[in-house]
DNA sequence: CTATATATTTATAACGTTATAAATCCGGGG
DNA sequence: CCCCGGATTTATAACGTTATAAATATATAG
C-alpha cells in the first residue's frame, strides 16, 4: 500500500488546484502575498487529500531539522527519572512543530561525544541535557556554537544560559528541619558526586539548616547517590558501630534510601522511632513503600515539561535572562494519610 | 562557527580531489566500478576532513530514514520499564546506522495513531511497540502495509510476525512451585488487564501449575496490574477478611506488589511467615526492599537489546520465522545473599 | 484610456544525495 | 593506425521543499 509515488506532496496540490507549487507552498505556509481566498482552497484541498509536509525535504531546503533532542544519561535509569523526563517533554511538544529524539550515551561521567555528535550532524534544532556540573564544558562548547539548549541544573560558568533546576538548597533546608522537629541531633546528608552542581547547593542547604538549629551533621566521604546498593547498606552498618552514629539521614535519591532503609531494617532499627530518614521522592514508590518515610518531591515530568518550553521559546530567540526556572520543593510528610497525591503544583514559568 | 557552509559535502571532496560528485559518491559507497585506489584515496580524504553524510538529503533522495521508532507507552512509566528498553534498543543499534527515535503517545490503550502517523509520514524505517494484545490491531495495519516492525509481545491473529516476548507461563509456573514449596495453600494471581497477550500466558501457566500441585487458587476480578495502589492495597485488606483468604499471591508487578507488602505489613503479617509473595523483578530495586521478597527476573533491557537486532535483521530482509524470541524466566529467590546479582544471561538469539 | 502602483502568482534555482545513462579512457587485435 | 570492449568516470536528473526574483493580473490615479 501507501507507495512512495501515492504520498501526496505540493505538487499533487498543484495539479488539483492548477496553481504552481511555489503558490501552493506559500499558501501552505499562509503567507500574507497570496490571496485570503487561494489560501483557504489550497489548504481545504491539503486537509482533504491528507498532504503531511515531509520532514527530510523541509530539512534539506531550510536546514532546520524540528527536531529536538534530549541527551540521555545511563545514570538515569532506574526509577523512571527519564521517562519522567521524557514524558514531560513530550507534553511540552506535542502541540509544536518539534520532535523529540532521544540521544544516548554510555560513558560513565557526562561526555561532550553526544553534543559534538549533534553540532557536527546537525541532526537537532536544539539540546536538552541533565546532570550539569559547574564547569560543564558542554555548557561551553554548546554557547561558543551558538546552538540552542536548556540545562537540567546551573553552572558556575559566569556564563548566562537558560536552565530549569530544582532548588536543592531548599529541599536540604527543609528536610533538615523536619528530621529536628522529630528531635533527631546528628544528621547525616547522603550527597550526590561532587562534580554535580546540585552537590554544592544540597551541601549549602544542608549545613546552613544545620548551624542554625544547633544540630550535629556529617557528609559522608566513603559514599554518594551513586554507590551501589551493598556499599551504601555497608556504610550504615559500619558508621551506626562507630562512636556519635548518626540518627537521621537526608537523602536526595529514592534507590539510595532503599539501601539505608535496608540496612537500619537488618539491624532491628526502626524508621520512625529509632531514627529518621528524609527522602527526595521523584516517583510514585515511596507512597507504598513501608514503614512510612518523609519525603520531598521533585516533579521530573514538570522539569522536562519546562526544559521543552523554554527550549522552543530560546530556538524562537528569547533571550536566555527569560528563560531560566527553579522548581519548588513540594513537602510529602508521612503524617499525611495513605494515597495523599497532594495537588503537585502545575507552576508556569510562561 | 560550523556555519552551514563549512560543512564538509559530497561537494567539496570533488573539489579537494578533482572527482565529480558522482564519483566521490560511489567511491564512499565502496561500489565496484570505482577504481580501488580512487575508493581508498577518497575515503581518506572524507575521514580528514569529517565529512559525515547528510542524513535528510540521503532519506529525501533514497526514501530510507535510518530511523527506527520505539513507541512509548505512558503506561510503562514507572520504574524504568521504557528506560531499560530504550537502553537495550540503543545498544542494539549504536554501531548500525539506525537512529533511535521515541514515538509517544498518551491515550489509555494501545492506540493505532502513532503506528498511523509513522505509516502516514514515512518517518521510520520500521517500527517496535509493547503492551502487544492477542487481536492487536497494530500488527494487523503494520503487515497490511508490508512496513517492518518487531512487537513485544505476541498476538492470536494467525499471522506469522517478528515478536520478542517473555515466557510468562513458565514465570508463573515457577512462581507457584516456589509458593507450594514454602507451604502454601491458596494462591492468588495479579493478573494485567484481559486486553493484553500476556495475561493468558500468566493465567495458563499459574493454573496448570496449581492444579498440578493441587493447591487452591483465585484470580481477583476487582482489580489487575494497572489497578491504582489504592485499590490494590484495599483488595487485599477486604480479602483478607474474608473466608478462606489467599496464603499467598504471585504478582506480575513490582510496584503493584509494594502496594501488596503495604497492605500486608499495614494489619501486622509478615512476608515469609504468614505469607509469601513472588514478585516478576525488571529492576534492581528488589534487591533493597525489606522484607526481602522471592522474585523472577525479567531482563527488559535485554528484551530492548533483541528487538533492535530483530528489527535490523527484518528491514534487511530476513523472514519473520527466523525474527522469535522468546526470553527465560531466571529465578531469584530470597534466600540468596544480599547483593547477588546473578549473572544474568546474555543469551543470544543471533 | 494610459501610466503606475499594488496584489497576486509563477519560474528558477538550490539544499545534498544517488540512480541512470552516457561519456571517456586505455590496451590490444586487426 | 583504427576500432572495439572493458574499465572507469561523469553529466543529468530527480527526491520535495522554499527563497529569490521576475512576471502577470488587477486596481487606481491622472
Same mark, same amino acid.
Given at each position: 500500500m501507501a507507495r512512495r509515488s501515492d504520498r501526496p506532496t505540493l505538487r499533487t496540490i498543484a495539479e488539483i488546484t492548477g496553481l504552481a507549487v511555489t503558490t501552493v507552498s506559500r499558501a501552505l505556509l499562509d503567507a500574507p502575498q497570496i490571496a485570503l481566498e487561494t489560501r483557504q482552497r489550497v489548504q481545504r484541498v491539503a486537509r482533504e487529500i491528507g498532504y503531511q509536509p515531509d520532514r527530510a525535504a523541509r530539512h534539506l531546503r531550510t536546514g532546520r531539522t524540528n527536531v529536538i533532542s534530549f541527551v540521555l544519561d545511563p545514570h538515569d535509569e532506574l526509577l523512571g527519572f527519564s521517562t519522567s523526563m521524557i514524558s514531560?517533554?513530550?507534553?511540552?511538544?506535542?502541540?509544536?512543530?518539534?520532535?523529540?529524539?532521544?540521544?544516548?550515551?554510555? $560513558?560513565?561521567?557526562?561526555?561532550?561525544?553526544?553534543?559534538?555528535?549533534?553540532?557536527? @550532524?546537525?541532526?537537532?534544532?536544539?539540546?536538552?541535557?541533565?546532570?550539569?556540573?559547574?564547569?560543564?564544558?558542554?555548557? #561551553?562548547?554548546?554557547?561558543?556554537?551558538?546552538?540552542?539548549?536548556?540545562?537540567?541544573?546551573?553552572?558556575?560558568?559566569?556564563?548566562?544560559?537558560?536552565?530549569?533546576?530544582?532548588? @536543592?538548597?531548599?529541599?536540604?533546608?527543609? &528536610?533538615?528541619?523536619?528530621? /529536628?522537629? #522529630?528531635?533527631?541531633?546528628?544528621?547525616?546528608?547522603?550527597?550526590?558526586?561532587?562534580?554535580?552542581?546540585?552537590?554544592?547547593?544540597?551541601?549549602?542547604?544542608?549545613?546552613? $539548616?544545620?548551624?542554625?538549629?544547633?544540630?550535629?551533621?556529617?557528609?559522608?566521604?566513603?559514599?554518594n547517590l551513586d554507590s551501589s546498593a551493598a556499599d551504601l547498606y555497608a556504610w550504615l552498618g559500619w558508621r551506626l558501630e562507630q562512636p556519635a552514629p548518626p540518627d537521621g539521614v537526608v537523602c536526595a535519591g529514592e534507590v539510595s534510601a532503599l539501601s539505608i532503609m535496608a540496612a537500619l531494617s537488618d539491624r532491628g532499627l526502626k524508621v520512625g522511632e529509632d531514627f529518621d530518614l528524609v527522602v527526595k521522592q521523584t516517583s510514585q514508590l515511596y507512597d507504598e513503600v513501608r514503614p512510612r518515610v518523609d519525603a520531598v518531591y521533585e516533579d521530573i515530568a514538570e522539569a522536562g515539561?519546562?526544559?521543552?518550553?523554554?527550549?522552543?521559546?530560546?530556538?524562537?530567540?528569547?533571550? /536566555?535572562?527569560?528563560?531560566?526556572?527553579?522548581?519548588?520543593?513540594?513537602?510529602?510528610?508521612?503524617?499525611?494519610?495513605?494515597?495523599?497525591? &497532594?495537588?503537585?503544583? $502545575?507552576?508556569?514559568?510562561?
Amino acid at each position: 500500500m501507501a507507495r512512495r509515488s501515492d504520498r501526496p506532496t505540493l505538487r499533487t496540490i498543484a495539479e488539483i488546484t492548477g496553481l504552481a507549487v511555489t503558490t501552493v507552498s506559500r499558501a501552505l505556509l499562509d503567507a500574507p502575498q497570496i490571496a485570503l481566498e487561494t489560501r483557504q482552497r489550497v489548504q481545504r484541498v491539503a486537509r482533504e487529500i491528507g498532504y503531511q509536509p515531509d520532514r527530510a525535504a523541509r530539512h534539506l531546503r531550510t536546514g532546520r531539522t524540528n527536531v529536538i533532542s534530549f541527551v540521555l544519561d545511563p545514570h538515569d535509569e532506574l526509577l523512571g527519572f527519564s521517562t519522567s523526563m521524557i514524558s514531560g517533554l513530550t507534553r511540552a511538544l506535542r502541540d509544536t512543530q518539534y520532535h523529540l529524539v532521544i540521544t544516548p550515551h554510555f $560513558a560513565e561521567a557526562p561526555t561532550l561525544d553526544p553534543i559534538e555528535y549533534i553540532l557536527r @550532524n546537525r541532526t537537532a534544532d536544539g539540546v536538552v541535557f541533565s546532570r550539569t556540573e559547574p564547569d560543564d564544558p558542554r555548557v #561551553k562548547l554548546l554557547v561558543e556554537n551558538d546552538f540552542p539548549f536548556v540545562s537540567h541544573g546551573r553552572t558556575d560558568l559566569g556564563i548566562e544560559h537558560a536552565f530549569v533546576d530544582y532548588d @536543592n538548597a531548599g529541599f536540604a533546608r527543609m &528536610a533538615v528541619e523536619r528530621l /529536628v522537629a #522529630k528531635g533527631r541531633r546528628r544528621l547525616a546528608l547522603i550527597l550526590p558526586p561532587q562534580r554535580f552542581t546540585f552537590h554544592r547547593y544540597l551541601r549549602d542547604g544542608f549545613l546552613a $539548616a544545620a548551624a542554625e538549629n544547633g544540630v550535629e551533621w556529617e557528609l559522608p566521604a566513603e559514599i554518594n547517590l551513586d554507590s551501589s546498593a551493598a556499599d551504601l547498606y555497608a556504610w550504615l552498618g559500619w558508621r551506626l558501630e562507630q562512636p556519635a552514629p548518626p540518627d537521621g539521614v537526608v537523602c536526595a535519591g529514592e534507590v539510595s534510601a532503599l539501601s539505608i532503609m535496608a540496612a537500619l531494617s537488618d539491624r532491628g532499627l526502626k524508621v520512625g522511632e529509632d531514627f529518621d530518614l528524609v527522602v527526595k521522592q521523584t516517583s510514585q514508590l515511596y507512597d507504598e513503600v513501608r514503614p512510612r518515610v518523609d519525603a520531598v518531591y521533585e516533579d521530573i515530568a514538570e522539569a522536562g515539561e519546562l526544559l521543552g518550553r523554554l527550549l522552543v521559546r530560546r530556538i524562537a530567540g528569547e533571550p /536566555v535572562s527569560a528563560l531560566q526556572h527553579l522548581q519548588e520543593p513540594i513537602p510529602r510528610f508521612a503524617d499525611r494519610s495513605h494515597g495523599t497525591r &497532594a495537588a503537585v503544583g $502545575a507552576r508556569q514559568s510562561a
